[in-house]
């Protein structure tokens, strides 16, 4: 498809298991954000990378998070021992350039019992 | 620090009535500003936004922004709203690297 594409869609895991969640930007898109969004907190931002450059972790919450980007297309978003208030919806986001928006995928939803 | 004030978290407008969201931002620099709509268990759609240029701002789906930098403010509107426009709407402010801050949104209840 043209959009960004996300997977899973619904996640649902026991608290301290490690968890992945994948983005596909859409292709030709040099730069990838991840953003969560959860009752408490509203919208994150949570990290960027932008083409070789080393990625932006300002907004990780925590050492358990962590994300990589392979071959300046598909990234990983890693959260390692979850916890309960890991629940959200994890959004991925690609630009194209600047003066142009991000494309949001349709989130992946993370429950932590 | 960039931020965002979206004052209503909910507004309730009848069919075919005007609507009005507010947006305040805070950011040193001229701001990139964007307004995103949300339906229940989808992404974000972009309706329109600020980089430059004309202060009023043409989105999608009949809607339009305003940029006042006096009162750092970037109000969505709408002439009449349809049934449809009921969902959650975002206000952001992006940064030089583009990563964007958001409001708490203000979710549109539509009455028929």
């Known amino acids: 498809g043209a959009g960004v594409s996300q997977s899973p869609s619904n996640k649902v895991t026991e608290k301290g298991k490690d968890v992945e969640l994948r983005c596909d930007p859409i292709?030709?898109?040099?730069?990838l954000y991840w953003y969560r969004q959860s009752l408490g907190q509203g919208l994150e931002f949570l990290i960027y990378?932008?083409?070789?450059?080393?990625?932006?972790k300002s907004g990780l919450p925590s050492d358990r998070f962590s994300a990589e980007r392979t071959g300046g297309s598909v990234s990983t978003l890693t959260i390692q021992r979850t916890q309960q208030e890991d629940s959200a919806v994890y959004l991925c986001?690609?630009?194209?350039?600047?003066?142009?928006?991000?494309?949001f995928g349709d989130g992946t939803r993370l429950s932590i019992l | 620090a960039q931020s965002v004030t979206q004052p209503d978290i909910h507004i309730t407008v009848s069919e075919g009535a005007s609507l009005e969201l507010r947006c305040n931002y805070s950011?040193?620099?001229?701001?990139?500003l964007f307004w995103y709509v949300q339906s229940p268990g989808q992404g974000l759609q972009l309706l329109l936004k600020?980089?430059?240029?004309?202060?009023l701002v043409q989105g999608i789906k009949g809607f339009e922004a305003e940029f006042k930098r006096s009162q750092s403010s970037f109000n969505l509107r709408k002439p009449s709203v349809h049934w449809s426009d009921a969902a959650e709407y975002f206000c952001?402010?992006?940064?030089?690297?583009?990563?964007?801050?958001f409001g708490a949104g203000t979710t549109v209840t539509v009455r028929a």
């Open positions: 990378f932008q083409g070789n450059s080393a990625p932006d």
């Open positions: 986001a690609s630009l194209l350039t600047r003066g142009q928006p991000q494309h």
């Open positions: 292709s030709g898109h040099t730069a």
């Open positions: 952001a402010v992006a940064n030089n690297d583009y990563k964007l801050s």
């Open positions: 600020y980089f430059s240029g004309d202060t």
């Open positions: 950011y040193g620099a001229t701001p990139y």
